[in-house]
């Protein structure tokens, strides 16, 4: 078992790993470079989201991790005093009434597969779509998909929870400290700007900053992830008017959003993510802009989906770069070639859904322990990288 571990990166994957780790007693010491969730784990919105989260042999996995997050969220409030404001609300999935033709059977044909699956979702009528939002307009859209136990939180304060576990449970949290290099003899090196740490064990977490670390060591590696654009608004407070996760089967900037929810304080947040960016800016290039188009198509969306609201004003966008991978699944587990180096990276845009579960598959493995899920299917070295790019 090591007794030095360091965890690169402290966004929701890597804080939920430190705080596994610090929890099993084994005291890791997590480097993040500029804040903590301050990258795209500060920009998200934090959907728990099961349904149509992935290929549908991942649902064992998202399942488990949901149910993880909704024991998490209780422990984390009483052992740190943060309530992340998570709640159980249900996912709507809209098939829009311009979404292109063959939408709507696709999704009934991943409903039906789902619910094989074991996945409580349903499909939904206009009627029962009225039902379940009452405020929106139902001639908008063609059908849609309900999946009641799918979930949201606050992601900063998911985050900051995580991260305050760390210390409270032994662990020990630096920030401002960025890695520039990992090096390996024997015995691990992580060098930052001003200290070298040694360690019997790295854990890399550092989103689509993880390819620039582990070039150096594993030169496949190097485009194993691709950097894209997650944007995100925020309107004015409002009352309560949308309980539930609202995702578009149709993914892009010009219907404003991919998913979009009201919070506990009222702001309506939407979220869309878009077009790879070069992955060969250098790091501090890794900081993308909202687009114009994307703000004008939110609010469209609100006009589109909730005429009642009347004029809502968007006071504030923001974006990130989440890293995703060529075939859509993790970066999970070891190279085997370079022994006590472990990734989790790769999110896809699903790094809330699957953090608590892969905190606690990391520790497993540090452990010696059998891993409580297959994980080759995420393995670094799998050969499904190599045929996607």
């Known amino acids: 078992m090591p007794e030095r571990i360091v965890v690169v990166g402290g966004g929701v994957v890597g804080c939920a790993i430190a705080a596994q780790l610090a929890d099993e007693g084994l005291a890791p ?33 998202v399942l488990d991790s ?12 009483d052992e740190v005093g943060i309530d992340i404001e998570f709640d159980t609300c249900g996912q709507l999935r809209l098939v829009e009434r311009d979404a292109p033709d063959g939408e709507l059977v696709e999704l009934e044909t991943i409903v039906e597969a789902e619910r094989e699956a074991g996945l409580d979702v349903t499909m939904l009528d206009r009627s029962h779509v009225e039902h379940q939002v009452p405020l929106l307009d139902a ?17 900063l304060l998911a985050c900051r929870a995580l991260a305050a576990a760390i210390v409270t449970r032994g662990g020990q949290l630096l920030v401002g400290e960025r890695v520039v290099r990992l090096e390996y003899d024997g015995a691990w090196r992580v060098r930052t700007a001003s200290t070298v740490f040694e360690a ?21 590696l190097s485009t194993a992830l691709w950097p894209k654009r997650a944007q995100c608004c925020a309107t004015a407070c409002l009352p309560p008017l949308i309980a539930p996760v609202i995702s578009s089967v149709s993914v892009g ?8 929810h009201q919070t506990r304080h009222g702001e309506i947040l939407f979220n869309t993510v878009v077009d ?9 290039e890794l900081q993308p802009a909202v687009e114009l188009d994307f703000l004008v198509a939110s609010a469209r969306t609100l006009s589109r989906l909730f005429p009642s609201l009347g004029v809502v004003r968007v006071l504030r966008s923001w974006a990130a770069c989440e890293a995703w991978t060529r075939d859509h699944r993790f970066l999970l587990g070891p190279l085997p070639e370079l022994p006590g ?10 790094g809330f ?26 393995a670094p070295t799998r050969r499904e990288l190599e045929e996607a790019a």
């Open 139 to 155: 001639s908008t859209i063609k059908g849609a998909s309900w999946c009641p136990g799918d979930a949201k939180l606050n992601a």
């Open 66 to 77: 949901t149910a993880l997050w909704a024991s998490l969220a209780s422990r984390l409030r």
């Open 341 to 350: 180096l472990l990734i989790a990276a790769g999110d896809s845009g699903t």
């Open 276 to 284: 790879a960016i070069d992955p060969g800016l250098a790091e501090e």
């Open 353 to 378: 859904l699957r953090a608590p579960l892969i905190g606690r598959l990391i520790a497993e493995m540090l452990l010696g322990r059998a891993p409580s899920h297959d994980l080759r299917p995420y």
């Open 200 to 220: 019997d064990a790295v854990v890399v977490a550092a989103g689509p900053w993880t390819p620039a670390l582990l070039a150096p060591l594993n030169e496949r």
């Open 253 to 260: 900037i010009s219907l404003g959003y991919t998913q979009l």
């Open 29 to 61: 010491t997590l480097l993040e470079a500029r804040g903590i969730a301050a990258g795209v784990s500060g920009a998200s919105l934090a959907a728990i989201v099961r349904h149509l989260a992935g290929p549908v042999d991942e649902l064992p996995f």
